[in-house]
């Protein structure tokens, strides 16, 4: 199983950007996806989680300009960030929590962080 995540980039302060991550392999079922970010000096942190069913919360940092959303089809989640500010500057990676037929345990993989810088 892969997470292959992408979007990231330099912005200026106030634009948009959005990621994508997209999973791959020996999947049977995904259950929660997530994306987390950590900036330089700071902890990771959870900024956006979706559910199965679509339901959705967000760190208070990020909430009503950030969106989290999934496509099941393609087994990809995708964060819109809008009004983007310097201190949403870090490395942004995603989580899934995904079941596959080898082993029918849902367990927790992470994709490769995208950098997204934003200049004042």
């Known amino acids: 199983v892969q997470l292959q995540a992408s979007g990231g980039g330099l912005v200026q302060a106030g634009e948009s950007l959005r990621l994508s991550c997209a999973a791959s392999?020996?999947?049977?079922?995904?259950?929660?996806m997530a994306w987390y970010r950590q900036a330089p000096g700071k902890q990771r942190e959870l900024v956006a989680v979706?559910?199965?069913?679509?339901?959705?919360s967000y760190a208070d940092s990020v909430k009503d300009r950030f969106t989290i959303s999934r496509d099941n089809a393609k087994k990809t989640v995708y964060l819109q960030m809008g009004g983007l500010k310097p201190e949403d500057t870090a490395v942004y990676s995603c989580?899934?929590?995904?079941?596959?037929?080898?082993?029918?345990?849902?367990?927790?993989?992470w994709g490769q962080g995208t950098l997204v810088t934003v200049s004042s």
């Open positions: 989580n899934a929590r995904i079941q596959t037929w080898v082993s029918f345990r849902y367990r927790d993989y």
């Open positions: 979706i559910t199965s069913d679509g339901t959705t």
């Open positions: 392999g020996s999947i049977s079922s995904i259950d929660d």
